[in-house]
């Protein structure tokens, strides 16, 4: 039985107009099989066309929309489906949502139209398609290869539900979407130019000298000259290197052969996040010196005012986030660590720690603080029982490895928020210069605003300083302890009430004697030299040329507490007579600066009289009369024509020459006495 359409539907099929249709079917008609129809309805009768009287496409189009009558249920044949697998097949649907996330939402909305074109049943499907493409502003062309991709993609969904019993209904809309574009392919870079880019660009020298993608592209075309490779253009070239800096790790390894192993770890190395809150109170303690980045007002100890950038010595509780045992100077040193740590010790908030996390530095890895020389950094425990750290109390300490912030990197942090919140409120902020953030240095007339006296002093800074820490900072939300979940998110509150670590501390005066700095001295036939000075008590004379062990306060170098080598008992406390006398309290410091001034006053002097005597010089009128009058101004004799030599200054020839001289003397007086002897005879 023949299927009758339309010429309307038949022009559609055709893909021309009513009228060119009409037009082709009046040269032709003995071609076209057609017959009359009148309407249910009434009126004009429609003309109607055979299938198989139109063109071949027609008829496969005609075909096509017979198939779309109920591609929803059981009858879409899974086994007509094409072997290849399509696309969205292997995609990430929430991936593809997410970043082409225009394409996929009008998708769905097209899918949802097509299953209603689908679920259509009415005897006009075919003018309500062309409606339909009409409403969608797609040709009906379009229009039916949509609906071959959903029918398809249907298909494969219920393939899947069949394997899996899983729904892969999203199926219908990405097969609707645009495939994603093969990126990053670079069809153009034959095999040996894709090998040949990383070698060069990651060579040690050519890393090392920070050389550019110009001159990779160089490099490349010199290759090219002798092996007759094809070369991309440079464009290409630069594409593929970033390519290789973002997706397959180069930008890491450019980085370790380029700034070195230091800025590698800091810029690229994993790191691991430390869980705190299983910490107790005062458990972890991390330490650190910070420079402050701006400018204050410093008196010196000659009463000259300079600018300084002060220092900040601090502690804080790795669980708490607490800072403890502040202290802001001029300089770090060790003795400004142990008068830190005893301000941890009996401070309000304070107790002893149980480890110490330190920085690398000099002053805290000093052997008086750890009791063994810097450059053994895995000590035993019998080497470092004399050190400050244990002496104390401290349990143990952990030293962090040079330049690896983040193994302290809750006061590295912590460093960062003082900066934000406190420096930056100074006029005379001038930015951090580091390494990796030169950029972040301003430019300002630090002279100009201390000769303006808009500098504030260092007593107003440490001031606001503590006003800042106890009211600001320990008084505010952390957002640290809020995320790691504590009950109390203020430094000072989780201090005071969080878990802690409790042990008794040492007799305050005790600490204090071991803040003494400690050194070895040999004790000479007149005592211990030490600071310029003799030190010496009557029981240093079983010692004689022998090693003690000796301490001192800094503040304080009158006397000296001396203890054995051997089992470090205390031997005395020797006494330097010459500072009893002129001083109640000499420190060292002061001891040492009056040395250095009179050295100093010494060179200056003979300095002066090395210019009075050198000649004046030729170029002056005159020069040579004078220097000859005041060459002869003093009379002297020729001199001797012989070359002098120098005697020698060791004490046995000067022994040998005293026994020389008293035994000339000796024979000169016996040759008298027998030269009288024989006038009398």
Request: aromatic residues 10%; glycine residues 6%; hydrophobic residues 30%.
């Amino acid at each position: 039985m023949k299927d009758y359409i339309t010429l309307s539907e038949a022009a559609e099929l055709e893909g021309i107009q009513y009228k060119t249709l009409s037009k082709k079917m009046g040269r032709n008609p003995e071609t076209f099989d057609i017959k009359t129809e009148k309407p249910e309805a009434g009126g004009k009768e429609r003309v109607l066309i055979a299938v198989d009287s139109l063109s071949k496409t027609a008829q496969r189009k005609y075909k096509k929309l017979q198939k779309i009558e109920e591609p929803t249920g059981s009858e879409i044949i899974v086994e007509n489906l094409k072997p290849e697998e399509p696309w969205y097949l292997d995609i990430d649907v929430n991936w593809y949502a997410e970043n082409y996330k225009t394409a996929y939402y009008k998708a769905v909305e097209l899918s949802r139209i097509l299953q209603e074109i689908v679920n259509y049943s009415e005897t006009d499907k075919t003018e309500y398609m062309i409606r339909k493409a009409g409403e969608l502003g797609m040709s009906q062309r379009t229009l039916y290869r949509n609906i071959d991709k959903y029918l398809e993609a249907a298909g494969w969904a219920l393939k899947m539900l069949k394997e899996t019993g899983a729904s892969y209904d999203y199926y219908k809309v990405l097969c609707l979407c645009r495939k994603p574009k093969d990126s990053n392919t670079f069809p153009t870079f034959t095999p040996e130019v894709k090998a040949a880019i990383p070698k060069i660009w990651i060579n040690k020298g050519f890393a090392k000298n920070q050389c550019s993608r110009q001159q990779l592209y160089d490099k490349l075309l010199e290759i090219s000259a002798l092996n007759g490779w094809p070369i991309p253009s440079y464009q290409s070239v630069c594409r593929y290197v970033t390519y290789l800096m973002e997706h397959e790790h180069l930008e890491s390894a450019r980085c370790l052969v380029e700034e070195g192993t230091r800025t590698w770890k800091n810029k690229h190395m994993a790191k691991a996040r430390r869980d705190t809150k299983s910490l107790e109170v005062m458990e972890i303690l991390f330490g650190d010196a910070h420079t402050f980045d701006c400018w204050v007002s410093y008196k010196l100890p000659n009463g000259k005012i300079t600018a300084i950038r002060p220092t900040l010595v601090a502690w804080i509780d790795g669980r708490s986030r607490m800072p403890l045992g502040d202290i802001i100077c001029e300089h770090c040193n060790a003795q400004v660590l142990k008068n830190s740590l005893v301000k941890v010790f009996y401070g309000n908030p304070g107790g002893m720690p149980k480890i110490l996390y330190i920085d690398n530095g000099k002053d805290f890895t000093a052997e008086e603080m750890t009791g063994v020389e810097r450059k053994e950094r895995y000590p035993g425990f019998d080497e470092v029982i004399n050190g400050f750290y244990h002496t104390v109390g401290i349990e143990d300490f952990h030293r962090s490895r040079p330049y690896e912030p983040w193994d302290k990197s809750e006061i590295e942090r912590w460093f960062k928020t003082v900066c934000d919140g406190f420096t930056r409120w100074f006029g005379s902020y001038t930015g951090t210069l580091t390494g990796s953030k030169t950029d972040a240095k301003i430019d300002k007339n630090i002279k100009k605003l201390l000769e303006q006296g808009k500098l504030v002093t260092f007593e107003e800074f440490y001031e606001r300083w503590n006003h800042y820490l106890n009211n600001v900072y320990a008084m505010k939300e952390h957002r640290g302890l809020k995320a790691q979940g504590e009950t109390y998110c203020r430094p000072l509150d989780l201090f005071k009430n969080g878990e802690r670590y409790e042990k008794a501390l040492p007799p305050k005066d005790f600490v204090i004697q071991q803040m003494m700095k400690s050194d070895r001295a040999r004790v000479r036939n007149i005592g211990i030299q030490k600071f310029g000075q003799v030190y010496n008590h009557p029981e240093l004379d079983d010692y004689r040329d022998k090693m003690v062990n000796i301490k001192y306060d800094p503040e304080d170098i009158k006397r000296l507490w001396v203890y054995a080598a051997e089992d470090n008992h205390q031997i005395c406390v020797a006494e330097s007579q010459e500072l009893l006398k002129f001083a109640h309290r000499v420190p060292q410091e002061e001891v040492e600066k009056h040395i250095r001034n009179q050295k100093r006053q010494y060179k200056k002097v003979r300095q002066i009289v090395e210019e009075a005597n050198k000649p004046l010089d030729e170029s002056i009128a005159g020069a040579a009369e004078a220097n000859s009058i005041i060459g002869n101004m003093i009379i002297e004799g020729k001199g001797n024509p012989q070359k002098v030599i120098a005697l020698p200054k060791e004490e046995s020839y000067r022994e040998y020459r005293k026994a020389a001289r008293q035994s000339e003397y000796i024979t000169r007086q016996g040759q008298e006495a027998l030269e009288k002897i024989r006038n009398m005879g």
